[in-house]
Nanobody
Framework: QVQLVESGGGSVQTGGSLRLSCAAS????????MAWFRQAPGKEREFAAT????????IYANSVKGRFIISRDNAKNTVYLQMNSLKPEDTAVYYC?????????????????WGQGTQVTVSS
């Protein structure tokens, strides 16, 4: 069983930055595709970014492209989401997710493991 624990959320003003971290337990982290999703109040969970096992490939949602950067450190069993130029519409609970099978995916149902989420609030 893999456990994912997010950290780094908080409250910032428009234009600010935050760096989210997701620490994974277990020895197979390097074999997982990892992703970040987010869920705003009253809305469905939506894809934000995903990264391949070796960091060779990434995909971003159009809403965050050019502002967010996903990265990972397999030696530390950690995936990151650097969020810049934050907007009020980025306010959400952010979840990291892990997929045992290879291949980047933008659909939540493709992912096998989930963290508990971390709140990000952007005020205008």
């Amino acid at each position: 069983q893999v456990q994912l624990v997010e950290s780094g959320g908080g409250s910032v003003q428009t234009g600010g930055s935050l760096r989210l971290s997701c620490a994974a337990s277990g020895r197979a982290f390097g074999s997982y595709t990892m992703a970040w999703f987010r869920q705003a109040p009253g809305k469905e969970r939506e894809f934000a970014a995903t990264i391949s096992q070796s960091s060779s490939a990434t995909i971003y949602a159009n809403s965050v492209k050019g502002r967010f950067i996903i990265s990972r450190d397999n030696a530390k069993n950690t995936v990151y989401l650097q969020m810049n130029s934050l907007k009020p519409e980025d306010t959400a609970v952010y979840y990291c997710a892990g997929r045992v099978r290879g291949g980047l995916g933008q659909t939540a149902s493709l992912y096998d493991y989930w963290g508990q989420g971390t709140q990000v609030t952007v005020s205008s």
